[in-house]
């Protein structure tokens, strides 16, 4: 058996076209899931149940179903009658689906956060909404940074599930080099290897944030 990566090297300015891809499509899916768990875990925490209930029912669905249904679902499903682009249906997919556990993170860690800091900010003259996004929520956003960093390596990966709906990520433009070049071994080799480097990069900045972030405190 023969190793040949003269494909990989050929092709290789289209496998970076596919990481610039999945880097921009993963800095837009984690800024909509974290801003939007906030949002949805402080309306979960401080509405009435009447609105609550329905977001808590949304965040168990999307945390108890496959990710790749609810693209089909929302690609192929709602498609049927609103014609959505893919890219939009693969960064609205992602989002929800990591902002239903973001929400869960921010949920912990907001009642993780002394009610006794409530009432003093309270006291101090702070509204309801003030105390809540200048008292409570950055501190329960410092205290989420190390689960929030393990899901957007997570979410990173799973960036190649949009592959399914045609999005020219990597996975996806490694596949048509792959048709042409006849070399499967050699670019999947080269893909783990790409991945394997982002996650330490990632993990490397992960670690920087906590360290900033614990000396914050």
């Given at each position: ?6 494909p ?52 168990w669905?999307f ?10 679902f ?13 890219i939009?249906v ?5 989002g ?9 993170i921010f ?17 101090l003259?702070?509204?309801h ?7 409570i ?7 989420a ?19 399914a ?12 080099a ?16 790409i991945?394997?480097?982002?996650n ?8 920087w944030?906590e ?7």
């Amino acid at each position: 058996m023969e190793f040949d990566f003269s494909p990989v090297i050929t092709y290789f300015p289209t496998l970076i076209k596919g990481v610039g891809a999945t880097l921009l499509i993963g800095v837009v899916v984690a800024l909509l899931s974290i801003i939007g768990g906030q949002i949805v875990a402080v309306i979960s925490l401080y509405t009435r149940k009447a609105v609550n209930w329905p977001l808590r029912f949304l965040i168990w669905l999307f945390m108890t179903t496959p990710l790749l249904l609810q693209l089909y679902f929302l690609y192929f499903g709602i498609g049927q009658w609103v014609l959505i682009p893919a890219i939009a249906v693969g960064v609205l997919g992602l989002g929800f689906h990591y902002m239903a556990y973001n929400a869960d993170i921010f949920i912990a860690t907001i009642k993780s956060v002394s009610n006794g800091q409530y009432e003093a900010s309270r006291s101090l003259g702070f509204g309801h909404l003030a105390t809540i996004f200048y008292i409570i929520l950055p501190q329960a956003f410092y205290r989420a940074i190390p689960q929030l960093g393990n899901n957007m390596i997570i979410m990173v990966k799973d960036i190649s599930v949009l592959s399914a709906i045609g999005i020219a990520e990597l996975v996806y433009l490694s596949q048509y080099a792959i048709s042409v070049s006849f070399r499967p071994f050699e670019f999947y080799i080269t893909i783990a290897v790409i991945y394997y480097l982002i996650n330490v990069l990632m993990e490397t900045g992960q670690s920087w944030v906590e360290r900033r972030a614990a000396a914050r405190r």
